[in-house]
Every structure is written in structure tokens, then in C-alpha cells.
């Protein structure tokens, strides 16, 4: 057994940046270029001083100038340079071109790649973090179709200089990571931080495509994000590819649902519209410029254990199978809900929830972990016009609402503050006759085989599980 002596650090088992670089270069096969926009060019760097660069890098390009850069991968009609389209434009066009001006009969085993990345770094006054976009076209056959890695990532350094050279180092654990770990996008996705801390750099967004991955679902290396403490929250669409949180909720108005959603009920389909209904008749709220998100906490996936893959799976399809965004987070707490959405707009949010949720956020021992107890969580919470949206719930015969909940002593003149100010409305056109619909109930008859279930859910929903045999063990 390794003898390890008291006070010594844990032993750094992954390779170097350097080594990593240099056993790219010395395999004979890997061939491919570098496009980086913005940053310098921090990842090929990393490369040429690991020594046989020239075995590896056919060309390397920094087109910073914008007309130089619309002459080379076409113009940008909203003339935004860090975006997920730009990345493409970049891979695409380099692809393209080393695949016409390098022999295929002169090298018929080389593996071509193409490499990008277009950032922006803080600046000058501080003001913003920054954030970008890298990527990567590879083939681990020759002549095959292209793999295609993509990583939006924030910056959380408070100098460019650092932030140039994380980025170095993710390029190249990525492009290392994207030869050696394909097979295994969960131990990939881990090595893009060999020697790189978490809280220097941020992704929240990342997608595999290609022969590679055709057994890669990219909401499970989202889930990966969060187990991983990479990030936060993540996002996906209908389509089920994660999507970039900060385009998605850019200057939207934002409505939200926390749940199970295990599986979809009748309840929340209800919760959902008419809690909409009452949102888009706020003032400045327009439908075209509102998003809804059903949200997901990881400790509700965490619930009864370890996380099941494939019921996060089965809950995230119907969800998705019925237009919806959703979102796995990291948030206990609402008022993080709140801050989050707070980071990308500044119009009208909104939350709908239940009584029993209410009645928590109103429970003083729900903020132990902050300094300023509820009223700082409060401040944060009820963050400029944000509403929330009180669904009833039906008790021993009795339908409990804003106007008889059970709000704990020392917390009802708070409440009533935030009541009398319309802050907290009640969802008056609820269907009474479903109120005793509980997703708990529905999941465990669903396991157990009993018959009844299939009224408590949406149509689609119902004919969804029995088709695809949805939350049934395997």
C-alpha cells in the first residue's frame, strides 16, 4: 500500500497541459487547425512550446478586426461575434478547408480536426466577467464523418490575463480529451478541468453530435454539469439539446414552476396555464417576449438517493414532449431562483407554487444559512415587481388559499405586507375536481401496475408513458 504522509496534498494523477499537448503532437495522424477570436491565441500556445508542433498544426488564425472576420466566415446580420452560430460558422469553414487543401491520397490515415473559440474577456472597468464559446470538429477514423463538441463557458478571473490562460488550458484538455475520452463523454467531460479550478471558469452549456455520440443524451452531460458542481442550473429544449441559459432568458419575462414533475399531472398542466393567463395581464408583459420554465432541483432529484438516470430521463421527455424548457438546478432556495433570472433581465418574473411551498418560504428556519436571515432572503426574493402565483390546495375537505394559509407567528404581518401589495395572487380558476391529484401517487401507482392513473395526466402525457413505458423498472 502507497504510504501517504500527513499534511501532503492529494497526488495530481492526470496529465500535464504540457504532456498532453506534446503527445498530441507526436502522434502522427492528428492533424488540424486553430481559429481563436478574442483572446489571443492561448489554446495553440499551449502546442507550439510542448515541442513537434509541427506535426499537429496545419494553421493557426487570430482574425480580430470584424471585417476581416465577416471576409473570412461570412458577416454576422446581428453583428454579434460571440455566439454558438459564429462557433459554427468558424468549425465549418475550417473543416472545410483543410479537407480541400490537404491531400487525402498524400495522407490517407490522418485524423483531421478543427479547433475554436471566440470569447470575450472582462473589461477594462470590470464590469463584465466575460464569457465565450470553443469547439471541435474531429474524426477519430479517417475519411469519416466529424464529431462535434460545444462549450459555452463564463469567466469568473477579474483579470484578462488569467482568464486567457484558463482558457488555454480548457482548449487543450479538450481537444486531448475529445482523442483519448470519446468513448467516454462522462470521463471527458471531467478532464476539461485537469488543472483547472471550478470556480475559475463556468460551463453551462455543452453539446455532443456525431457518429461518436450517437448514444450520448445531452441532457444526462447537463445533469453531469451540476453533479459535478460545474454549474448551477442548465437548460434544455423541447428538441432535448442543451441550450444556452443567458440566449434563452435574455430580456424575457420569466414565469416559473418548481416541481417533480414525476410525471406531469393534470395539477401542474393547471398550475401551468392559468398562472400564464394571469402573468401576461401584468403590465409590459407580452407573450412574444415571455418564456415559461419548469424547473427541477437536483435535491429533488437526489430524493430517494442517488440520482436514477432514467427517471430523470422519463420525467425530462414528457416535459419536452410537451414544448417545454426546463431547467435542473442547484437551488434550494427561491431567492437563487430569483438572482439567477436577475443575471440576464430585468422585466417581470414570476413564480408559481403551491401552499405547502408558500408556507416554507415563510418558515424562518429555511434561512439559517444566511446572515440576514428571512429579510435578506426577502429583499432578494420579491426583487423588484415579481409576483408569485399561490395554486390552492385542498385539506381535510377544505380548499386553503392566500387568504386562510397557516403562515408561522412573527411571519404574518410580514406576509400580509407583501399580500396587501399584490405581490402574492391566487390562482382563482383551478379545476376543484383534480385537487386531489399527487404526482407521489400517480408515479407509485404507475410502478405497481394499478389502473386509475390515466385520468390524473394530461392525454399526451398518458398515452406517452404507456407507449414508451415510461417509470416503469427495468
Known amino acids: ?20 499537448a506534446l503527445r498530441i503532437n507526436l502522434n502522427k495522424n492528428i492533424y488540424g487547425t486553430f481559429a481563436e477570436i478574442g483572446a489571443g491565441q492561448e489554446t495553440v500556445r499551449n502546442f507550439f512550446r510542448a515541442g513537434g508542433a509541427s506535426g499537429t498544426i496545419a494553421k493557426t488564425i487570430s482574425a480580430y478586426d470584424k471585417d476581416f472576420s465577416d471576409a473570412i466566415y461570412g458577416p454576422e446580420p446581428q453583428g454579434r461575434y460571440v455566439t454558438e452560430a459564429r462557433l459554427k460558422d468558424m468549425l465549418d469553414f475550417e473543416t472545410k478547408l483543410i479537407e480541400e487543401r490537404i491531400s487525402r491520397e498524400k495522407h490517407p490515415k490522418k485524423l483531421f480536426f478543427s479547433y475554436a473559440n471566440t470569447v470575450a474577456t472582462i473589461d477594462f472597468a470590470k464590469k ?5 464559446w470553443l ?25 484578462a490575463a488569467q482568464q486567457q490562460i484558463t482558457l488555454g488550458l480548457l482548449g487543450v484538455n479538450l481537444i486531448y480529451g475529445s482523442y483519448y475520452y470519446y468513448d467516454n463523454p462522462k470521463k471527458l467531460l471531467k478532464s476539461l478541468y485537469d488543472h483547472i479550478d471550478t470556480d475559475k471558469i463556468e460551463i453551462d452549456a455543452i453539446n455532443f453530435h456525431g457518429p461518436s455520440f450517437e448514444k450520448v443524451d445531452n441532457r444526462l452531460i447537463s445533469l453531469e454539469l451540476l453533479r459535478n458542481g460545474i454549474t448551477e442550473a442548465v437548460m434544455f429544449g423541447a428538441d432535448g439539446n442543451n441550450v444556452l441559459p443567458a440566449s434563452v ?32 395581464q401584468e403590465k409590459k408583459v407580452e407573450e412574444e417576449d415571455t418564456i415559461v420554465i419548469f424547473e427541477i432541483t437536483l435535491n429533488n432529484l437526489k430524493a430517494e438517493g442517488d440520482i436514477n438516470e432514467k427517471d430523470f430521463l422519463d420525467r425530462a421527455d414528457l416535459l419536452c414532449s410537451l414544448g417545454h424548457t426546463v431547467m435542473i438546478s442547484n437551488f434550494q432556495e427561491y431567492y437563487k431562483v430569483v438572482e439567477y433570472f436577475s443575471q440576464h433581465t430585468k422585466k417581470q418574473m414570476g413564480l408559481t407554487m403551491g401552499v405547502n411551498t408558500l408556507t416554507d418560504i415563510f418558515n424562518p428556519e429555511y434561512y439559517t444559512n444566511l446572515s440576514g436571515g428571512i429579510l435578506e432572503a426577502f429583499g432578494k426574493l420579491f426583487f423588484k415587481n415579481l409576483k408569485i402565483y399561490l395554486y390552492p390546495l385542498k385539506e381535510n375537505g377544505e380548499i386553503l388559499n392566500s387568504e386562510n394559509i397557516n403562515i408561522p407567528e412573527g411571519m404574518k404581518e410580514l406576509y400580509q405586507y407583501f399580500k396587501d401589495n399584490k405581490r402574492v395572487v391566487d390562482i382563482e380558476n383551478y379545476e376543484s375536481e383534480i385537487l386531489d391529484i399527487h404526482s407521489r401517487k400517480v408515479h407509485e401507482m404507475i410502478m405497481e401496475g394499478e389502473k386509475g392513473w390515466e385520468t390524473m395526466l394530461p392525454e399526451k402525457t398518458t398515452k406517452q408513458i404507456q407507449e414508451e413505458q415510461l417509470f416503469q423498472t427495468t
Open 1 to 20: 500500500m502507497k504510504n501517504i504522509i500527513e499534511g501532503e496534498k492529494k497526488f495530481e494523477s492526470s496529465r500535464s497541459i504540457q504532456n498532453k
Open 128 to 132: 463584465y466577467k466575460g464569457h465565450g
Open 135 to 159: 469547439g471541435i470538429k474531429f474524426q477519430t477514423q479517417p475519411e469519416t464523418e466529424y464529431n462535434q463538441i460545444l462549450i459555452h463557458v463564463q469567466f469568473n478571473e477579474n483579470n
Open 249 to 280: 432568458l435574455y430580456k424575457k419575462n420569466i414565469l416559473t414552476l418548481r416541481g417533480s414533475f414525476r410525471p406531469v399531472t393534470r395539477v401542474n398542466m393547471n398550475m401551468y396555464e392559468e398562472s400564464l393567463k394571469l402573468f401576461l
